[in-house]
């Protein structure tokens, strides 16, 4: 089983930025697929962005301010998060899929991010 460790959460203003990180213990080059999704209070989890056979695909709340991406190096997904809003706020979520027919599934605790107004 991978496992995957989010970090950079915190509490911004809106307008503010922040970069998520979610290192994994595995090489990332391998997965299928690599996403961030995040959970508000009372609500269900959402996709934000998913990178899949090199195409990252986003919500469409955050198209144009959050950007994925990937440094295989350091075996590390990232999500650049701008001109944050208060609706922004959740857990983030770092999930992986790899194998055939996608038979490893991992998620990491996730991170908090707070945006307030």
């Known amino acids: 089983q991978v496992q995957l460790v989010e970090s950079g959460g915190g509490l911004v203003q809106t307008g503010g930025s922040l970069r998520l990180s979610c290192a994994a213990s595995?090489?990332?080059?391998?997965?299928?697929?690599m996403a961030w999704y995040r959970q508000a209070p009372g609500k269900q989890r959402e996709l934000v962005a998913e990178f899949s056979r090199l195409i990252v695909t986003y919500a469409d709340s955050v198209k144009g301010r959050f950007t994925f991406s990937t440094d295989n190096s350091k075996n590390t997904a990232y999500l650049q998060m701008n001109n944050l809003k208060p609706e922004d706020t959740g857990v983030y979520f770092c999930?992986?899929?790899?194998?055939?027919?996608?038979?490893?599934?991992?998620w990491g605790p996730g991170t908090q991010v707070t945006v307030s107004s």
């Open positions: 595995a090489s990332i080059a391998g997965f299928n697929v």
């Open positions: 999930h992986v899929r790899a194998g055939y027919k996608n038979i490893l599934n991992s």
